[in-house]
């Protein structure tokens, strides 16, 4: 036993296994105290990766969270004063993330957070025809690495040095390559107090991962062995006797048999096989436990995870995609800090080629800075579009929500919206704030309707006086 691993036990006691042959499983008891530890995190990670390699459901799983978590790409809104400015960097934004294949490196980091529990983005000059020339390498932070006169340093830890307060300030792969992490992304998501590096995100899930496996690969060799259909010939014992030393000319060696063909069997014998079945209704709910032990973690539904709704109506659907949908809107908020530094890479670079950004952008940002917003398309929709509509129209019409709201969800501008939809009308952008004023409810029509002059008389007394002419 080392010196680390005594200190170990002397601090958390027995959290880990005395010995490395027993650690080849993971400990299930005091499981946020081992996750401290490098040993505990590299099998973590070690098994995410086997399971991401020949599992597909978990392979789906975090292709499932990457992409509803990321999207197409992040959108930018613009929230300068002049509407021309927040057109240019709207536009400018699409069309760098278009052409230098951002969104897929996002969602790639994203997944590589959730694989191995840290996301690590490069940043490095492509060589695309943009004007921004700017790409962003994801790396595997199985590739970390201490360097080598790092030894008894206790600040490096598998390849991160941290600060006196526990925060990372450099990285070092195994090919000996170091980057400060204020010139690159790294990014991991925070589960548990105290945690000093990331985890695989579905760790929990991988304690019961090698008994669920070892119970899954009986199951394949048991199918296996009745699908092959091994075949006997079956003496007769009134033809040929109990006793095979009294047998004379009774069949020896082995009978040549392959599928579809129709044996000659000698007299007296009978041809039998095995009983063969498909899986069984226990055998499918172990699978079901593996993948739904592992979507739990991240809060995904299970049909979503098994690709299977056939136990599913309509209700119980939306019920298990409310949870769901809000988990995706809380990591959006919890990944965006990655989104936000690639943002600031993408400006440093658009500043530094002339005519890039317009003049009057130009002046907005160095004045105010780059104000904006983050939007995302939508997570999830409801089947039937007659509700859908429904729904949209009861909302605006009460005010629970607004055209903002409506389009800022979807990933739209709402002010862009409109006037593309004015110029396609031929008609004023107040006529059509108007017009959709007015549709709302009725009394804001009866707000906006203008008023007959009166000579500074009050309408209701011209009115009565009118009446009264009428009766006499």
Not at 65 to 88: E, F, Q, R, W, Y
Not at 243 to 266: I, S
């Amino acid at each position: 036993m080392n010196r680390l691993q005594k200190l170990w036990n002397r601090f958390f006691g027995n959290a880990l296994p005395s010995n490395r042959r027993q650690f080849n499983e993971i400990p299930r008891d005091k499981f946020n105290i081992a996750i401290r530890h490098p040993w505990v995190r590299r099998k973590l990670v070690t098994v995410s990766v086997e399971q991401d390699t020949e599992g597909s459901h978990y392979h789906g799983i975090l292709n499932t969270l990457a992409n509803d978590c990321v999207g197409p790409s992040p959108v930018l809104i613009g929230g300068a004063s002049n509407p021309n400015v927040n057109t240019d960097i709207e536009d400018k934004w699409v069309k760098f993330c278009q052409e230098n294949s951002i969104g897929s490196s996002i969602r790639l980091l994203r997944r590589a957070a959730a694989r191995t529990g840290i996301g690590i983005g490069i940043p490095y000059k492509s060589t695309t025809s943009h004007e921004v020339k700017l790409g962003l390498r994801v790396v595997s932070s199985i590739k970390l690495q201490s360097p080598r006169n790092a030894a008894g340093d206790p600040y490096w830890v598998d390849g991160i040095y941290y600060n006196k307060n526990w925060e990372p300030e450099e990285i070092c792969f195994d090919t000996e390559e170091q980057y400060k992490v204020k010139d690159i992304i790294l990014w991991w998501k925070n589960k548990y107090e105290d945690q000093i590096c990331g985890i695989p995100e579905c760790s929990p899930a991988m304690c019961i991962f090698p008994s669920v496996k070892r119970y899954l690969d009986a199951i394949i060799r048991s199918a296996e062995f009745r699908a092959s259909i091994p075949m006997a010939l079956r003496l007769d014992p009134n033809i040929w006797g109990k006793d095979a030393a009294e047998a004379v000319g009774m069949p020896e060696g082995n009978f040549e048999y392959e599928p579809g063909m129709v044996p000659t069997l000698p007299p007296g014998t009978t041809l039998e096989a095995l009983s063969y079945s498909g899986l069984t209704t226990d055998d499918t709910s172990a699978l079901d436990a593996m993948v739904g032990a592992a979507a739990r973690c991240v809060n995904m539904p299970l049909n979503l995870a098994t690709g299977n709704s056939s136990k599913h109506n309509m209700a119980s659907s939306q019920v298990d995609f409310g949870p769901w949908k809000n988990t995706v809107l809380i990591d959006r908020e919890d990944f965006s800090p990655a989104i936000h530094q690639l943002i600031r890479l993408w400006l440093q670079g658009a500043k530094q080629q002339q005519g890039y950004l317009t003049p009057v952008t130009r002046r907005f940002i160095d004045e105010e800075g780059l104000l904006y917003s983050l939007s995302y398309s939508q997570v999830f929709n409801h089947p039937d579009p007659q509700k859908i509509s429904n729904s949209t129209a009861t909302d605006l019409s009460t005010g629970a929500m607004t055209l903002v709201r409506y389009y800022t969800e979807r990933g739209r501008n709402p002010r862009r919206e409109l006037q593309r939809e004015a110029e396609l009308l031929e008609i004023e952008y107040s006529d059509l704030c108007q017009i959709l004023l007015t549709g709302r409810t009725p009394a804001a029509a009866n707000i906006l309707e203008p008023q007959e002059e009166t000579n500074g008389q009050d309408p209701s007394s011209s009115e009565d006086e009118t009446s009264d002419v009428e009766e006499q």
